[in-house]
T-cell receptor, first 114, second 118 residues
Framework: KNQVEQSPQSLIILEGKNCTLQ??????????LRWYKQDTGRGPVSLTI?????NTKSNGRYTATLDADTKQSSLHITASQLSDSASYIC?????????????FGRGTQLTVWP | EADIYQTPRYLVIGTGKKITLECSQT?????MYWYQQDPGMELHLIHY???????EKGDLSSESTVSRIRTEHFPLTLESARPSHTSQYLC?????????????????FGPGTRLTVL
């Protein structure tokens, strides 16, 4: 069964600190992996997208890594800001259909305290 | 920022009422999607469309229906709302328009409609 598991479920850090969120997946055949940021009451917004051949991608203070062999990804946030408080969702796409089916994790709820 | 819109943003309605959630996108995307999301849970695909006059049911069984008469418009209808329909509904679109991110068939999400059925 294709699944996406994220850890931790929730995380609280102080402003200015770094943190790393984890994502493990079993989706096959793999097409790409995306990290989304979802603010409370809003739709998800894409942060990074990585294909099989990419093992790291950055977007400002966000850096995502991908190990396609172990089927693991991480999202590292540096110098956290209060506005980083949100749910971070790992999404894996398969290439077994023309739809480009997406498998969603439940997200990591990040809270940044001043 | 993605040009995909949902209305209303919040809706509180009584049991048995018929409701339509609106979704529009101005990116010319051919594919559109409806997801249902409960607090702390993952998004579940309930409907999708490859293009005009094409609609399919997603993974999560839903009593809602959709239509795709125009490329930019993908409304979702509940004929008789029930408390079990209380949830957040997210619309998304994807397609091969200009821009490198579109090459991944990236889905762009609307802000969502928070539905509460009393």
């Amino acid at each position: 069964k294709n699944q996406v598991e994220q850890s931790p479920q929730s995380l609280i850090i102080l402003e200015g600190k770094n943190c790393t969120l984890q994502c493990n997946y079993t989706v096959s055949p793999f097409s790409n992996l995306r990290w989304y940021k979802q603010d409370t009451g809003r739709g998800p917004v894409s942060l990074t997208i990585m294909t099989f051949s990419e093992n790291t991608k950055s977007n400002g203070r966000y850096t995502a890594t991908l190990d396609a062999d172990t089927k693991q990804s991480s999202l590292h946030i540096t110098a956290s800001q209060l506005s980083d408080s949100a749910s971070y969702i790992c999404v894996v796409s398969d290439r077994g259909s023309t739809l480009g089916r997406l498998y969603f994790g439940r997200g990591t709820q990040l809270t940044v305290w001043p | 920022e993605a040009d995909i819109y949902q209305t209303p943003r919040y809706l509180v309605i009584g049991t048995g009422k018929k409701i339509t959630l609106e979704c529009s996108q101005t990116m010319g995307h051919d594919k559109m999607y409806w997801y249902q999301q409960d607090p702390g849970m993952e998004l579940h695909l309930i409907h999708y469309s490859y293009g005009v006059n094409s609609t399919e049911k997603g993974d999560l069984s839903s009593e809602s229906t959709v239509s795709r008469i125009r490329t930019e418009h993908f409304p979702l209808t509940l004929e008789s709302a029930r408390p079990s329909h209380t949830s957040q509904y997210l619309c998304a679109s994807s397609g091969r328009t200009s821009g490198s991110r579109s090459s991944y068939n990236e889905q762009f999400f609307g802000p969502g409609t928070r539905l509460t059925v009393l």
